[in-house]
């Protein structure tokens, strides 16, 4: 069995966390005071009483009204490094990192603001030895056409953003909705991914959708596949890695999909363990590696595999890897 200090010890790259999703209460409380922005709450007890949610849905619901406290670049910048400090300590080597420009434009912080704060903490963090990236994500909820905009603002910026993402409200928000932006981004040379959610309606035509018509590189979360033995078989041989993130799954789905994950190890698929949204579901990396170590009796082997397929399905080249692996 794998120990935490192996799991702490041990290189990563952590390929699915939302950086807005890394807003702790101690730094929601910080920032309100700040600028003045009322959150409805003003203890850390207080916070952390209204982190009760069951679903996607009222996870969401919780999270998108906390972002107001993030107002100037600084805040972002704040944000995005206090995350890096703690990945450097968890021993993340790497980072692709999500944002949701959207849910800032919307509430009127500019563009810049949200991706300039963002980028220069990656840009700092190479100091201690972290090397982060920018995925950019569609609120998929919100229209197509919201979603061009978005690509449209972002193209002075696109040397900050190595890929796009999709993340938000999943029901009656299908892949196929993004078609024609996810062609855009792909001739403009973003790297392509999305969130396949954990027990939503009509999961596994989303995935098909995804891997098969708007052909993504990697699935985020995306572990229901199981269920479609073909689609098994398509990650598998084509090597798309599915992001994993068990904390989450646990408190959103009430499932830490455990069972699935040793299937999909079993396939020889490139499926790795992540964080999500860790200011929200109770911890970082490590403690990702070690609820789903614990949950499965995982080897040291299927740690070590687990830990190789995020340095794998990382968006670097086979030169980089091999510095990693
Ligand atoms: N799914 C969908 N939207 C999200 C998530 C997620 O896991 N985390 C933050 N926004
Ligand atoms: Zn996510």
Redesign the pocket.
């Known amino acids: 069995l794998a120990t935490r200090d192996f799991i702490d010890g041990l290189p990563k790259a952590e390929l699915h966390l939302?950086l807005e999703?890394t807003l702790e209460p101690e730094l929601k409380l910080a920032l309100a005071q700040k600028n003045g922005v009322d959150i409805g709450q003003s203890t850390i007890e207080e916070v952390q009483a209204s982190y009760n949610f069951n679903s996607?849905a009222s996870f969401?619901a919780v999270?998108y009204p906390a972002m107001n406290v993030l107002q100037t670049e600084d805040d972002f910048y704040q944000l995005a490094l206090t995350y890096l400090k703690k990945a450097h300590q968890e021993n993340v080597r790497y980072a692709e990192l999500f944002f949701d420009p959207q849910a800032h434009m919307t509430r009127g912080v500019a563009f810049e603001a949200v991706v300039n704060g963002f980028y220069r903490a990656c840009v700092d963090a190479r100091a201690f030895n972290v090397d982060a990236h920018l995925i950019m994500c569609f609120l998929r909820d919100l229209s197509a056409e919201s979603a061009r905009q978005l690509l449209e603002i972002a193209k002075p910026y696109q040397a900050k953003i190595l890929g796009i993402g999709l993340?938000?409200d999943e029901h009656h928000n299908p892949p196929l909705k993004f078609l024609r932006e996810y062609g855009d981004a792909v001739a403009q040379g973003y790297r392509i991914t999305m969130?396949a959610?954990i027990d939503q309606v009509d999961s596994i035509q989303h995935i098909q959708q995804a891997l098969e018509i708007i052909r993504v590189e990697r699935l985020d979360?995306g572990t229901n596949i199981v269920e479609n033995p073909d689609l098994v078989d398509w990650v598998e041989q084509l090597k798309i890695g599915l992001t994993f993130c068990p904390l989450?799954n646990r408190l959103v789905a009430d499932d830490m999909k455990d069972r699935e994950v040793l299937e999909l190890i079993d396939h020889n698929v490139k499926v790795s363990i992540n964080s999500?949204?860790p200011a929200y579901f109770g911890g970082y990396i490590n403690d990702n590696y070690e609820a789903n170590t614990t949950k499965n009796d995982l080897t040291i082997d299927q740690v070590v595999q687990l830990a190789k397929n995020s340095f794998e399905t990382a968006w670097i080249s086979d030169f980089q890897k091999q510095t990693y692996l």
């Open positions: 939302h999703g996607l969401l999270y993340d938000s969130h959610d979360h989450s999500d949204d």
